[in-house]
Nanobody, 124 residues
Framework: QVQLVESGGGLVQAGGSLRLSCAASGRTFSNYAMGWFRQAPGKEREFVATINWSGGSTYHADSVKGRFTISRDNAKNTVYLQMNSLKPEDTAVYYC?????????????????WGQGTQVTVSS
């Protein structure tokens, strides 16, 4: 059974940084793309960043490009989201997700498994 467990969320002031981690188990981690999504209160879940199976290709949403960086460590079965220059509008529950294959994607439909989420709150 696949499990994805996020950690690293919290409360930070605007301009600060956080690093989210997502530890995966249950199937061969290095075979699958990973992604980060977020959902703010009253809004739909939106794409943040994605990375392919090897870590050689990444794609970030325009709203976070240049501030957030997705990476992965296949030896540790973990994907990361480094978040710098945080803004109040980044406040949301952040979810990691595991894809149905190795290629990355920005659609929720491309992801099979989801974590429980971790809260990120950015104060102004």
């Amino acid at each position: 059974q696949v499990q994805l467990v996020e950690s690293g969320g919290g409360l930070v002031q605007a301009g600060g940084s956080l690093r989210l981690s997502c530890a995966a188990s249950g199937r061969t981690f290095s075979n699958y793309a990973m992604g980060w999504f977020r959902q703010a209160p009253g809004k739909e879940r939106e794409f943040v960043a994605t990375i392919n199976w090897s870590g050689g290709s990444t794609y970030h949403a325009d709203s976070v490009k240049g501030r957030f960086t997705i990476s992965r460590d296949n030896a540790k079965n973990t994907v990361y989201l480094q978040m710098n220059s945080l803004k109040p509008e980044d406040t949301a529950v952040y979810y990691c997700a595991q894809g149905s294959h190795g290629g990355y994607g920005d659609s929720r439909l491309q992801y099979t498994y989801w974590g429980q989420g971790t809260q990120v709150t950015v104060s102004s």
